[in-house]
């Protein structure tokens, strides 16, 4: 964010690893980032509604229902842009809405992502771990493609089925260009 004050960028980080860590299913971590992230801001901006609203979403996730509850009717009530008060309504609408009940043979499992995708900057004090160069973090196509799908990946256009659509498809833009300019 250009010509933010440090505040601003510092929570902007913090919102970042909250919602990276909700992604990852570590909710209670998301909610305490969040709640670092809201304390760098005001609440009444619309960086500050974003985070109540994913601080909500944590709550929920985690169990404290009654909370995200609280903050979504706060934010439906007392936040000034109009954006975030939809969101918090529907929201809390959905939040309130009737749940089914599900047998546990018909829940799916998901496991934490948190360990096998090398997520190190769990909550803490010790901040993010300085890597050189030489440690750098891999790649998605680097962790998951073997070798030889990464070659595959890279050389792709040299593939002659792929030269011979993009060589068509480029006569067929040319002739139908061509009908179109009046003589």
């Known amino acids: 964010v250009r010509g933010a004050s440090p505040a601003v960028l510092e929570s902007t980080r913090l919102y970042k690893q909250g919602v990276k860590a909700y992604s990852k299913g570590m909710y209670d971590d998301s909610v305490k980032w969040m709640q670092a992230a809201l304390a760098e801001t005001q609440g009444t901006t619309l960086l ?26 706060l934010l439906k009530e007392k936040h000034p842009e109009r954006k975030i008060r939809k969101q918090a309504e529907e929201l809390e609408f959905i939040l309130e809405a009737p749940k089914m ?55 792709w256009p ?26």
């Open 48 to 73: 500050g509604g974003q985070i109540q609203i994913q601080m909500a979403l944590a709550y929920d996730a985690c169990g404290q229902r009654d909370k995200a509850l609280d903050v979504y009717r």
């Open 158 to 183: 040299e593939n002659p089925y792929f030269q011979a659509v993009a060589l068509t498809t480029a006569a067929a833009i040319a002739v139908y260009s061509a009908m179109l300019v009046p003589r």
């Open 101 to 155: 009940a599900i047998g546990e043979d018909e829940m799916v499992e998901v496991k934490l992502l948190g360990k096998d995708y090398n997520f190190r900057d769990k909550w803490g004090t010790a901040g993010r771990a300085k890597t050189s160069g030489a440690e750098r973090e891999q790649t998605l196509e680097e962790q998951y493609m073997t070798e030889e799908e990464v070659k595959v990946g890279k050389s």
